[in-house]
């Protein structure tokens, strides 16, 4: 099992300790960082700046929002960060959810997600490969456009840049088991948000069907600690968050998968907290147990001893969480 270092996105502003926590990742052997956005920092600046200050470990967006961008310019970063690198980049993509793509991006959530995001990844493929001009008639992501209200002067284009990488590999990231199913077929690579070891059929069938050289790279909170309540604060402030104001009441892809999981009436509890205001008490409400399997918390011993179920399954990279520079090389050490 690989390891990769999951730097997230900023909050209210950068952290001066990202490029030297990545260094310290590339030095102990992790495979790969990863960063993120939501509706703040982008994904792809910090991981350039990154690139920039290590040589070997591989970069991967975990995730860049499709609707922040249109695929064919989503590949141009691809492609271009590719090349600065030397061939490190993966592209790990998500749809988000109505909140964000319509409360943020001012576009409307796909009325089909699934076909939303396999024409997005189509034209990404196109680009890359660079075969041929890229063309679509896709129903979300037409290129050329030709709808009522464009000129009709378009034309279908081919990348100027050559890619470094045409199979660049493209991940992305899929609660629902139907996307989970599509994932597999479409995707080098799955990003699961939260993966609990013993509970794989969360996510559908579709994790049993991967194929060779697939990736799976959930990502978890590596803390090494005495007092494991304690540890999992940080993991119940984030699945509070989640659960509670990342998504509409009635439509949140983040509280169904906590219910598929086996706490659906918990995430329901956590979601009436959250927005009627009480976002303590909506943290203190997530369960321990539900924070504790998706993680890796507590004394050396006990994290050794869970890493077992985490390799036993089809997880091929652990993605760390907000680790310090001692919970960092644990992990290392216990993975090597």
Not at 89 to 106: A, C, D, I, R, T
Not at 130 to 151: C, L, Q, S
Not at 192 to 199: F, K
Request: hydrophobic fraction near 40%; proline fraction near 8%; aromatic fraction near 8%.
């Amino acid at each position: 099992m690989r390891l990769g270092l999951a730097l997230g996105y900023w909050g209210r502003g950068p952290s001066p300790d990202q490029v030297e926590l990545a260094r310290e990742a590339e030095r102990l052997g992790y495979d790969s960082v990863w960063t993120a956005e939501s509706w703040g920092s982008d994904a792809f600046t910090p991981l350039t700046w990154i690139a920039a200050r290590t040589s070997t470990i591989g970069l991967g967006t975990a995730v860049a929002q499709m609707a922040a961008r249109s695929p064919t310019t989503t590949a141009m970063h691809a492609l271009t960060l590719d090349h600065l690198s030397g061939g490190r980049m993966m592209l790990g993509l998500g749809l988000s959810g109505p909140q964000v793509v319509e409360g943020w991006y001012g576009r409307p959530f796909p009325a089909s997600p699934l076909t939303a995001t396999r024409e997005y990844v189509d034209v990404v493929r196109q680009v890359l490969r660079r075969e041929a001009p890229v063309e679509t008639d896709g129903r979300f992501h037409p290129i050329p456009y030709r709808g009522p209200d464009g000129t009709g002067l378009g034309r279908a284009l081919k990348s100027i840049t050559h890619p470094l990488r045409p199979d660049l590999p493209v991940l992305l990231g899929a609660e629902g088991p139907r996307n989970v199913a599509q994932t597999v077929r479409i995707a080098d690579g799955w990003l699961p948000l939260y993966w609990s070891p013993s509970r794989p059929d969360a996510y559908g069938p579709g994790v049993a069907e991967l194929p060779e050289g697939f990736r799976v790279a959930p990502m978890a909170r590596v803390k090494v600690c005495d007092d494991v309540s304690e540890g999992l604060l940080s993991v119940k402030a984030m699945l509070g968050f989640y659960i509670g104001g990342m998504g509409h009441a009635t439509r949140n892809f983040h509280a169904d998968l906590m219910g598929r999981m086996g706490y659906a009436e918990e995430a329901r509890h956590i979601q009436r907290l959250f927005l009627a205001g009480r976002r303590e008490e909506a943290v203190l409400a997530v369960p321990d147990a539900f924070a504790d399997e998706i993680s890796l918390v507590g004394p050396r011993e006990r994290i050794a001893e869970r890493l077992e179920s985490w390799r036993k399954g089809p997880v091929t990279d652990l993605l760390a969480v907000a680790p310090d520079r001692t919970s960092l090389r644990v992990l290392a050490e216990l993975n090597s």
